[in-house]
């Protein structure tokens, strides 16, 4: 038995995070300095934190680097601006418009490192022609409300951009790049981390199509005209990706392997399900309800417990105005499906501190969250009011800004029935 099942969760995902920390892991993956001129850009909510990285490894470097707000850090030289996230704003526009005249005139003696992590998306902004900023940000909130899962989001991100889908590298062309990333999609294919700014895409306007056709997304008029255009997506193999390599240097499986790690250190038998699941998050939650019950099942007393650590990236299809993300709306789903089942604690956390829009990073569920509260639960699930819910009983769970960002951690420690 675990004495405490809550601060156990804690201790694994907090884990998670350490191991994800850029000043423990990033300095590992530089380069010796190189010669010559220097320009340091980046973008993302752990971006801030890596540039303090490379300066405690090179020394002061010039550069530009846009993080979300609150999630700034003290460089020497490199410049942090902090912009909105999940959805854009004036600030972000404005330094990626400094970060490209930063790029313009480089020469192939001349070296750019850029730093990518999960939230470039919205920070890194620059619309493309004849779409606003605030036609941007339109599309954004209506892409985070439908479902859709990142990589299709970041399809249409890309063909709304001037920066994503590898034009950021061709700009600094003919420059030599190394782009160091944290991942934070499924899969972790450089080309949706940050969608892609260093990374040829070869998705087309009818990619586009499909996803708004799918999740049916609305766009305001200069976005279908924008679309009726040829975009400035980079293909794959175009001559102004040649000088740049790309290097995902940590990601959500080695979180999830330190965690399981310490779990096995107490004691407790550990599987991991995966680290890069998606799906509705109430509907995983429901699956993962099944598999930890019929585990359970299988439990007697005096065995060891079990846990089940999973990561990826789930969705929420928003029905309601409450607030929520995908893993406080997991952990509730999961606590109505387990009906206080005796011996199940549960954790759902993101790594960057922020589930969805709130400085919430997820919750802790068990067999008392539900008492004297599942009439509460059921509306909360049914306008997406995770937050508002976990808020009200004292277990959500608030880290503050993380600086980094490998996706969700989900760990259902099981325990046999007392």
Known sequence: MIDQPPAFLRRLFDRAVEVADPMRTLAGSLPPKPEGRIVVIGAGK????????????????????????????????????????PVPDQAGADATARMLDLLSGLT?????????????????????????????????????A????????????????RV????????????????????DVPGDDPAFIGSGPTVGDASGVDDVRAVIERWNIDLPPSVRAALDRPTGVIAPGDPRLSRVENVIYAAPAQSLAAAAERAQAEGIETEILG????????????????????????????????????????????????????????????????????G??????????????AEVAGAIIGPETLKGHRDDAERALASNDAHGF????????????TLTNVNDFRAILVEAKP
């Open 46 to 85: 752990a971006s801030a934190r890596m540039a303090e990285a490379v300066e405690a490894a090179w020394g002061p470097c010039e550069g530009l680097v846009i993080t979300r707000y609150g999630y700034a850090r003290p460089c020497q030289g490199i410049e942090i601006v902090e912009a909105a996230h």
């Open 108 to 144: 192939e003696d001349d070296f750019v490192l850029a730093l990518i992590s999960g939230g470039a998306s919205a920070l890194l902004i620059a619309p493309c022609e004849g779409v606003s900023l605030e036609d941007k940000k339109a599309v954004n909130s209506a892409l985070l």
């Open 146 to 161: 439908s479902g859709a899962p990142i990589g299709k989001m970041n399809i249409v991100r890309k063909h709304l951009s």
């Open 164 to 183: 994503k889908g590898g034009q950021l590298a061709a700009a600094a062309y003919p420059a030599r790049m190394l782009a160091l990333m944290i991942s």
């Open 275 to 342: 680290d890069a699941l998606e799906g509705e998050a109430r509907e995983v939650a429901a699956d993962m309800a099944r598999r930890a019950l019929d585990l359970q099942a299988t439990l007697t007393a005096g065995d060891a417990p079990r846990l089940l650590l999973s990561g990826g990236e789930l969705t929420v299809t928003r029905r309601g105005d409450g607030s929520g993300g995908p893993n406080a709306e997991f952990c509730l789903a999961l606590a109505l499906a387990l009906d206080g089942a005796p």
């Open 344 to 357: 199940i604690h549960a954790i759902a956390c993101d790594t960057d501190g922020v589930d969805g829009a």
């Open 390 to 401: 976990f808020g009200r009983i004292g277990a959500q769970v608030v880290t503050g800004p």
